[in-house]
């Protein structure tokens, strides 16, 4: 009988210990999947996932600092979208609603003299387009001709919609207009996939992303020497 409950004990610990290794190696596999993913979150492959830090950073280069200068102030939307928001912005950042042309949603590039800046919103709407009575390929055509006169006007970027003003509609003018401005600003969640990112990087400009459009108010006094 005492030979036998000791084989029984054995076992019993035996299995004990099994069970415990098995914990074990479970937990050390769980662990060594969720360190060090850089296949989701981290910078690969155009991601441009920002950690809370890098956001409403306010713009810092002094060439940027009153880009206005002397020159006239206008404000306009390549995609008929969210061209309120920025002009609420302005007018909160301290210039006066007579002292820019900011409701000009149909601006083009010969109605803006040479030396002036324009904070362009890309963007579109399809209801905004129709509203107007244009059309993305009209837009385009719009976008490449405040490109064509970019070395003669300082072109500001905005982008506040986020996802919603982003896509195969959207996305062709934003790459002209961004390609050619001094500084993007730009709500984050419009950058998930990196297209401004890109376009910064591939042309040495200067790149700012917020949590929400409201964090761009100090960033709009700087440019405006507020």
Do not use: W
Request: proline share 1%; glycine share 12%.
């Amino acid at each position: 009988m005492e030979v036998f409950m000791k084989k029984v004990i054995t076992i019993i610990v035996s299995v004990l210990m099994i069970m415990t290794l098995a914990v074990s190696f479970a937990a050390c596999n769980k662990d060594t999947g969720n360190d060090g993913n850089t296949g989701n979150g981290g910078n690969n492959g155009g991601n441009t996932d920002v950690t809370p830090s890098d956001l409403d950073k306010t713009v810092s280069e002094a060439e940027l600092k009153n880009i206005v200068g002397t020159g006239k102030l206008y404000a306009t939307t390549i995609g008929q979208a969210d061209l309120a928001v920025v002009n609420n912005l302005i007018v909160k950042a301290g210039v006066a609603a007579e002292d820019y042309t900011g409701d000009k949603n149909m601006l083009t590039a010969d109605q803006v003299e040479d030396g002036s800046t324009v904070f362009i919103v890309v963007g579109a709407s399809g209801k905004g387009l129709g509203g107007a009575g244009t059309d993305a390929a009209a837009e385009l055509v719009r976008a490449n001709a405040f490109k064509a006169k970019a070395d003669k006007i300082n072109i500001v970027c905005v982008h506040v919609g986020g996802k919603n003003r982003r896509g195969d509609t959207s996305d062709p003018t934003i790459s002209v207009i961004a390609g050619c401005s001094k500084v993007i600003l730009v709500v984050a969640e419009g950058n998930s996939d990196g297209l401004f990112t890109g376009i910064a990087n591939a042309n040495s400009i200067p790149l700012y992303e917020y949590s929400k459009s409201a964090k761009m108010l100090n960033s709009f006094k700087y440019l405006l020497g507020k």
